[in-house]
């Protein structure tokens, strides 16, 4: 089956730097995403990773390492408004790529 | 255009009634997923639905869930006999399919079960 795991919870600082971490076991692997998710809200598409390496989009990066089922977001400049809950997830072989399977959120606080 | 949209927002029931959630997805959408989200925690896959193919249900819980699709557009997920256990917010999301990456969410609906 599939696997997720990423920490439960990280707290920062505003205007600082903050990673987080998601390692996955999963068959047949396509790529990673991440979501964003504010507390009472909808998940919000952050980023997809097929390959290897860094993708950056403003002050959000993120990175994956295919040989080693790792990847991470990358939070730079934090903002208040950067506190909610970031998922990873990974895309699969079930159903023709279709599918995501979620970890199960890193819930991030951000302190002035 | 507009997004994933779901109704009800909220919806409190009594233990044992049927409740019907409904989710109208992003136009030309042809893929659908339902999850279930319980405070604090990860989305649980409920079911996913791919054009005319066959659904995938293999993240139902018990044979109390089920979902429909009507013209490939709106679905509804029905809860029978609703348990305590049922209460989370159910979210529904669609994407771009076949492949398609980015899956868009609505709002979710929070149910209660009392």
């Known amino acids: 089956g599939q696997s997720l795991e990423q920490p439960s919870e990280v707290t920062a600082v505003e205007g600082a730097i903050v990673q987080i971490n998601c390692t996955y076991q999963?068959?047949?692997?396509?790529?990673l995403s991440w979501y964003q998710q504010h507390d009472g809200g909808a998940p919000t598409f952050l980023s997809y990773?097929?390959?290897?390496g860094l993708e950056e989009t403003g002050r959000f990066s993120s990175f994956l390492s295919r040989s080693d089922s790792y990847g991470y977001l990358l939070l730079q400049e934090l903002q208040m408004k950067d506190s909610a809950s970031y998922f990873c997830?990974?895309?699969?072989?079930?159903?023709?790529?279709?599918?995501?399977?979620f970890g199960g959120g890193t819930r991030l606080m951000v302190k002035p | 255009g507009a997004g994933v949209s779901q109704s009800p927002s909220n919806k409190v029931t009594e233990k044992g009634k049927d409740v019907e959630l409904r989710c109208d997805p992003i136009?030309?959408?042809?893929?659908l997923y339902w999850y279930r989200q319980s405070l604090g925690q990860g989305l649980e896959f409920l079911i996913y639905?791919?054009?005319?193919?066959?659904?995938?249900k293999s993240g139902l819980p018990s044979d109390r869930f089920s979902a429909e699709r009507t013209g490939g557009s709106v679905s509804t997920l029905t809860i029978q006999r609703t348990q305590q256990e049922d209460s989370a917010v159910y979210l529904c999301?669609?994407?771009?399919?076949?492949?398609?990456?980015?899956?868009?969410f609505g709002p979710g609906t929070r149910l209660t079960v009392l």
């Open positions: 999963t068959s047949g692997f396509y790529g």
């Open positions: 999301a669609s994407s771009l399919g076949p492949s398609g990456n980015e899956q868009f």
């Open positions: 136009s030309g959408h042809t893929a």
């Open positions: 639905f791919q054009g005319n193919s066959a659904p995938d």
């Open positions: 997830a990974v895309r699969d072989r079930r159903n023709a790529g279709n599918m995501l399977t």
């Open positions: 990773n097929a390959l290897d």
